[in-house]
């Protein structure tokens, strides 16, 4: 089968390749990373991908797989998802809850909602949840897809809204609801296909990545159980917000450990090409939250222009 040809000359086919590899290097678990259960994988060539020894394997300094993790996330998106239960009775649900999110050039697929960043009980009446989605480039957002499975005791649920925010589009916006998602409710229907409101609509300035790298030094006792947070200021009084590096305990103790290097990349206000300055501290939590830190890179991935 031809799979193409080359542009110099068309009558040469394009070699297949003979298979695809798919770096992730992330977790899919509720209670790890930043909750999500499935991810979008982009192929790389496998030759990129070198044999290690067992030394290297594992979160080493240079580790292609880690790096790769973090060109992946660079790619993607993060979207931030807040979802407002009404306080009608009974409004709240013990169904498993999914949401898609569709652009003008792809969608995300059925995405289940099960790390909620504000409640471990998830969906009570008149709350909000608050979740992560993490997916390659959408397009203009233009829709989302709400719905469950109708499990549990009490399936029926009233929803107010939905709000997805995208930092790196520098707009939040707002997916009104006000109806029931119940089959002895309303139409009976369990899946709804809400539309934002234009008017609703806020902008603001577009985060940008930043690939932060931080250097722990090699003295005794340099490592540190503590969460990290930056602050990256610019030119004109320009700064980003306080930023945490890790999103979980298991992250605190895996990073910043004595002679190593942690890198994150994190989506934050744009300050400009000049960074003047830094500004990184830690919460002192843990058992050994001291740090010593060596020095820190800070490279302002701008985006493709292809």
């Known amino acids: 089968m031809r799979l193409g040809t080359n542009c110099e000359h068309p009558q040469l086919p ?16 509720v209670e790890e990373d930043d909750g999500q259960l499935s991810r979008e994988l982009l192929p790389v060539d496998e030759s990129y991908v070198l044999p290690q020894s067992e030394e290297g394997r594992g979160g080493g300094d240079n580790n292609p797989l880690d790096n790769l993790a973090l060109e992946q ?19 709240g649900t013990d169904a498993n809850v999914f949401i898609t999110l569709f652009g003008t050039q792809d969608d995300t697929g059925m995405t289940l909602l099960k790390s909620s960043k504000t409640n471990s009980d998830k969906f ?12 390659l480039d959408l ?47 309303d139409d009976g229907s369990i899946i709804r296909d809400l539309f934002h409101a234009e008017l609703q609509t806020r902008l603001y300035t577009p985060f940008v990545p930043y690939e932060i790298t931080l250097y722990t030094s090699d003295v005794f006792a340099a490592g540190t159980d503590a969460n990290i947070f930056i602050i990256i200021y610019g030119c004109d009084a320009v700064c980003t ?60 991935l701008l985006p493709d222009k292809d």
Request: with cysteine; hydrophobic share 35%.
């Open 14 to 29: 394009l070699a297949a390749p003979s298979g695809y590899y798919f770096p992730c290097q992330r977790w899919l678990a």
């Open 73 to 91: 996330k660079d790619k993607s998106t993060t979207f931030s998802v807040t979802i407002k239960t009404g306080v009608k009775k009974n409004a």
């Open 124 to 135: 009570e009446r008149d709350s909000i949840e608050i979740f992560t989605v993490e997916t």
């Open 139 to 185: 397009g203009d957002l233009w829709k989302v897809r709400l719905g469950h499975d109708n499990t549990g005791k009490a399936p029926g649920w009233f929803v107010d809204w939905v709000e997805v925010d995208a930092p790196s589009l520098g707009k939040c916006m707002t997916f009104p609801c006000g109806r029931w998602l119940a089959k002895n409710e």
């Open 241 to 300: 917000q306080q930023k945490y590096l890790c999103t979980n305990k298991r992250e605190q103790k895996q990073f910043f450990e004595r002679k190593s290097a942690s890198r994150f990349i994190v989506e934050l206000e744009d300050v400009g090409e000049i960074i003047e300055k830094i500004r990184i501290g830690h919460n002192n939590t843990g058992m050994n939250p001291g740090w010593h830190c060596s020095h820190v890179d800070i490279r302002r």
